[in-house]
């Protein structure tokens, strides 16, 4: 690889040119283009909407849950009322309304 030296080497053009008194008047610009922007109001009412909106949904969301809990429960109300109204069921029947767990635990508390 030939060798490359910066302080022997001829300088290259970079082809960019700053135009004649740019930096004296750069100041005086930009002052200028800031006194003309306008600052962006932002409300603080703005902001209650976001609350609002979120206590809302939060609402809703507590609202369904009590609603599908109260749901799971009269379900199991109705099970139970089921196997008490019905008194000519059979062990088989009654088998049906428990789970696998049920029938173990059955198991465990009849072997003690």
């Known amino acids: 690889m030939k060798e490359f030296k910066?302080?022997?080497t001829p300088?290259?053009?970079s082809g960019f040119k700053v135009p004649d008194n740019y930096f004296?008047?750069?100041e005086i610009k930009i002052i200028n283009q800031l006194a003309k922007d306008n600052v962006k109001e932002i409300s603080?009412?703005?902001?209650?909407y976001l609350w609002l909106s979120g206590i809302a949904a939060v609402m809703i969301i507590g609202f369904s849950i009590s609603v599908l809990f109260k749901?799971?429960?009269q379900t199991s109300f109705t099970n139970e009322d089921y196997l008490f109204t019905h008194e000519n069921l059979n062990t088989e029947?009654?088998?049906e309304f428990l789970?696998?767990?049920d029938l173990q635990m059955?198991?465990?508390k009849l072997i003690k």
């Open 6 to 8: 910066l302080d022997q």
């Open 11 to 13: 300088k290259i053009n």
């Open 24 to 26: 004296d008047n750069l």
């Open 44 to 48: 603080i009412f703005g902001k209650s």
């Open 71 to 73: 749901n799971a429960e």
């Open 93 to 95: 029947d009654f088998a």
């Open 99 to 101: 789970s696998e767990n």
């Open 106 to 108: 059955l198991e465990k």
